[in-house]
């Protein structure tokens, strides 16, 4: 953002950027901001956005087709994707323009917060894509703990990797996890505390989800306020959100032909089959170990995306 000034608390801001007429790679996403000043920074890629203003307040982002890059909360580390993976915009692409999305908590003046973003023009082997899974069905009872929204959906597209997660809750939110089911067989995908800086968590090894493969979750919380809290994006309500950034193949030989595919899930929100979310474990209301310091992500990353420039710059 560029000297902004808002008019009121929890006013949500929104800038857009035109993508030169060229194709390019997006590899890195370096936050300039402080959760004093902002509750969140939501960055999309658009076909066309909402307005044709610079700056706009309020509304939504894109006009249509959008696809989510990255999403900052909580004081949340750098990401730098993996040295053979990038999101493709600009040339040739449905995605023409770049729209930040701050949501901030206070009334501010000339603020300068946003995410910095590395391009690359040497094209990686697999394309990046992000799915959100969570849901909508949030209402929690006043002075009630391990209060469970679950969800479930089931992936029917060609094979995806996830490398990374991000989980987004407001204050009530205790746990949060992710897990695949194959063949009536449960693994966990991940599993966070988000009151935690919320970065993407690199994950261990990649997971693969397949055609057929369920996705199943759910967000639980301890409510000790004297109100019932309810889904919504001021920061006194609630969300369910956890972002899944996955890598695929942008083509793959069928029948002797090359079939080119675009981001292959966005969502798995709401609990659909809602059966199958029994399998969750009863261990997904324990706060699990934190898997690394925000410092170690952040140092990780810092040496990544300094290897990357350097090599994009000798290459580009």
Known sequence: MKNVTTKEGDQQVYIQ??????????IDFKPLANMNTAHHILTLA???????????????????????????????????????????????????YLVM?????????????????????????????????????????PRTQDIRTPFSCRYLGPAISIFALHYHTHQWGRVSSIYRVRNKTILQIGKSNP????????????????????????????NNDDRIINIGQR???????????????PAVLNNNKWERFNPLIEFCWGEYPGNITR???????IIPDQPYT?????KNNDIHMKSTIESSTSNS
């Open 294 to 298: 925000i410092e170690q992500i952040q």
């Open 46 to 96: 658009c076909v066309t956005p909402t307005s044709n203003e610079s700056i706009w307040f309020d509304g939504t982002a894109c006009r249509n087709k959008q696809m989510i890059i990255y999403d900052w909360s909580r004081n949340g580390s750098s990401l730098a994707l993996p040295k053979d993976t990038g999101f493709v915009v600009g040339h040739n692409t449905s995605y023409k």
């Open 195 to 222: 009151q935690w800086p919320q970065s993407f968590y690199p994950l261990s090894s990649l997971i693969q989800i397949e055609k057929g493969d369920f996705i199943i979750g759910q967000c639980v919380y301890d």
């Open 101 to 141: 999305n701050i949501h901030y908590l206070p009334i501010i003046t000339n603020d300068n917060s946003g995410i910095q973003i590395l391009f690359t023009r040497k094209m990686r082997k697999y394309h990046a894509g992000m799915f959100l899974a969570g849901t909508s069905n949030i209402t929690l009872p």
């Open 17 to 26: 950027y035109k993508l030169p007429d060229e194709k390019l790679m997006i």
């Open 279 to 285: 399998l969750i474990p009863s261990d997904s209301v």
């Open 235 to 249: 920061h006194d309500d609630e969300m369910c959100n956890i972002y899944a950034m996955y890598s695929y193949e």
